[in-house]
């Protein structure tokens, strides 16, 4: 119920603001989820490719703010930043519940991404009980379950590949810049 807007004028003009700290009431929870074009399988290095697919959930306390599109192509020459996820609920336990619902539909493919990270982040024992430190993805189990997950998923889909030609299997290289750099004669 405050307009931020005006009061970052008044601010900017040097003026006193009308209201204190005290008028300031804390009203639910908000969960900002920063998707970057990386990929948590190899320690969240850079990735780049064209998104094929994208859809993009929506509903009551969710705001996604980028600019991406399908067919949207991200170079190695840029930051791999794809937009910004908002999930706000009246608790903490119902933007979590937002953010479990959001991340089962949100889907992008075609470069690797932080989403899966996500998914598993919002399930996180340490994250659920608000006990993330900075040392969080170094110190939990949480990137050895995302990297289980993408073996099984790459087994699964090699199983259904003798069963069919139309599946396409993500790139396994270890490092898509020297790959890139390699391609375009960049490195040696």
Do not use: M
């Not at 996604?64 to 020459?77: K, L, M, Q, V």
């Not at 910004?84 to 119902?94: A, P, Y």
């Not at 493919?109 to 170094?138: A, D, K, V, W, Y």
């Not at 699964?156 to 139309?166: E, G, Q, V, Y």
């Amino acid at each position: 119920g405050i307009d931020n807007i005006s009061n970052q004028i008044l601010v900017a003009q040097k003026e006193p603001l009308t209201i204190t700290q005290k008028d300031i009431k804390s009203v639910g929870h908000a969960l900002s989820f920063r998707i970057n074009a990386e990929d948590p399988v190899y320690n969240f290095q850079p990735s780049y490719g064209t998104i094929k697919e994208l859809e993009i959930p929506g509903g009551p306390g969710v705001r996604f703010d980028s600019n991406i599109y399908r067919g949207y192509t991200i170079t190695f020459d840029y930051d791999t930043f794809l937009g910004q996820l908002v999930i706000f609920g009246d608790s903490r336990e119902t933007a979590i519940k937002r953010a479990d619902y959001i991340f089962k539909e949100f889907t992008l493919i075609g470069l690797p991404n932080t989403l899966l990270f996500h998914r598993h982040l919002i399930h996180h024992p340490q994250f659920l009980t608000n006990e993330i430190t900075t040392n969080f993805i170094q110190e939990s189990d949480i990137l050895n379950k995302i990297q289980e997950e993408f073996h099984a998923t790459i087994a699964a889909l090699f199983s259904i590949r003798k069963h069919t030609s139309k599946v396409a299997l993500p790139p396994l290289s270890k490092s898509r810049w020297r790959d890139t750099a390699r391609r375009e004669g960049l490195g040696q």
